[in-house]
């Protein structure tokens, strides 16, 4: 929930002052065809290198494509900037968390659950709206999951960027999408969002346990 809440600050705050000027020459993007796409998808890859809300990007992308188009660059979107940092994390911080481990064993137990299920654990928590998704892509990295099971977990991206770019699509231009209050669907996806987030903490707590008890018997 404090991952939440500043990420939320965060946003407002890049959006009211340093984004401000770039966010109103957005139109730059749809405006040049191919090129502005691909353009738009690689600020996408390092906006997410360096932890920036994804929820912005998506949201902006409604608003600049539509609801159809602006979903695919989404989901596309979040995809490729979730590579990186995955990579990243695996190459030069796994290790040196493995040996932080050993003393740990809760942590440790974590770990290896989260590995052993990795697919549904990347899914559902790729589908919630309030774990945020820069942590997920480091935070995977420092687990077991292998690359086939991040790479097709990913695909519950679809759900919060179908969301997010609807929202965009609604306002008519960027200064209307960035002020207009969020309706009932905003709030009734943050709510299922919530409550799927809980059901994913005693889920990972249950089997977590259970490997914290299997390492005791052995």
Not at 212 to 218: C, D, F, G, Q, V
């Amino acid at each position: 929930m404090a991952g939440v809440i500043g990420g939320i600050a965060f946003t407002i705050y890049l959006t009211q002052t340093l984004l401000a000027p770039l966010i109103e020459k957005a139109t730059w993007f749809p405006e040049n065809g191919l090129i502005g796409i691909i353009a738009w998808l690689l600020l996408y890859v390092v906006l997410a290198l360096f932890v920036a809300p994804a929820s912005l990007h998506k949201f902006i992308s409604g608003v600049l494509f539509g609801f159809w188009g602006g979903w695919a660059i989404a989901f596309i979107g979040a995809c490729l900037g979730a590579i990186l940092p995955f990579w990243l994390t695996q190459k030069y911080l796994h290790n040196w968390v493995e040996s932080k481990l050993n003393k740990k064993p809760t942590l440790r137990a974590l770990k290896k659950a989260v590995s052993e299920d990795g697919l549904k654990c990347v899914f559902l928590t790729r589908v919630s709206l309030v774990i945020p998704y820069p942590v997920l892509n480091y935070g995977f990295g420092l687990t077991d999951v292998s690359w086939k099971d991040y790479l097709l977990g990913n695909a519950g991206m679809i759900v919060p960027g179908a969301l997010y770019a609807y929202w965009g699509s609604r306002a008519a231009d960027l200064s209307v999408a960035m002020n207009e209050g969020r309706d009932w669907t905003y709030w009734t996806a943050v709510l299922a969002s919530v409550v799927l987030t809980i059901w994913i903490i005693v889920y990972l707590r249950r089997i977590t346990l259970a490997h914290i008890a299997l390492e005791s018997s052995e």
